[in-house]
């Protein structure tokens, strides 16, 4: 079956079986008077209770009030802030303590926000663990794409990137689910066996 267009009187269950890029959901939503503020996930729950409902369910912005904390008001002895944003004077702080090799990475970011009312002497301390633990990162559900790259690699080592992308590129066309499965070489015909 191939893809069908995203259109306005589409069943919610066909809708959600394939695979659209956040770009083709957000037209849908320009097209249909919805918002198209949030995140893929966001957005997709949205066009879903459109399709089921007819409603236009709006874009619920949270905002947060924190005031901006200044470099000098940082030491090893501070404690996180609850709700912390990673901005400039955080990574000068940490680029001061740890070296300029410092860098925000997801899962340093999401230990600064679970673990509030810590001291950024312990933040220090976790950066250097997870700089030092070689598990990999846990890849957010609405990034597909890398997933499926991921695990496309570590089932077939001896693959190239173009081999990975023809099958992701037929696995997103198909309705279903888009994880990577070994059958998903099949779409490979005429490439060399495998």
């Known amino acids: ?10 069943d919610v269950g066909l809708f959600l079986s394939f695979y659209y890029l956040k770009e083709e959901l957000i037209d849908f ?3 249909n008077r919805l918002s198209t503020q949030g995140g893929k996930i966001e957005i997709t729950d949205r066009i879903a209770h459109f399709l089921r409902t ?19 008001e940082l030491s090893l ?3 996180i802030e609850k709700n912390i944003k990673c901005s400039e004077v955080h990574r000068t702080f940490f680029k ?3 070296g300029p090799t410092f860098r925000f990475n997801v899962r340093f970011q999401n230990w600064l926000k679970e673990n509030s ?3 950024y002497s312990d933040a220090i301390e976790a950066y250097q663990n997870i700089l030092n633990d070689k598990t990999p990162t846990k890849i957010d559900r609405q990034y597909e794409y890398n997933t499926y790259i991921r695990d496309f690699f570590d089932a077939n080592k001896n693959l190239n990137l173009q081999q990975a ?6 696995k997103k ?6 994880k990577y499965e070994q059958s998903d070489l099949e779409s490979l015909n005429g490439m060399k066996k495998f």
């Open 54 to 72: 007819g409603e236009r369910k709006q874009h619920i912005v949270k905002r947060a009030i924190q005031r901006k904390r200044t470099l000098s």
């Open 117 to 119: 009312g810590k001291k």
């Open 96 to 98: 001061n303590q740890i």
């Open 165 to 170: 992308i023809s099958c992701w590129k037929f």
């Open 1 to 10: 079956m191939d893809r069908p267009d995203l259109e306005k009187n589409m």
């Open 77 to 79: 002895n501070s404690i």
């Open 29 to 31: 939503c320009r097209l």
């Open 173 to 178: 066309s198909q309705p279903g689910h888009n």
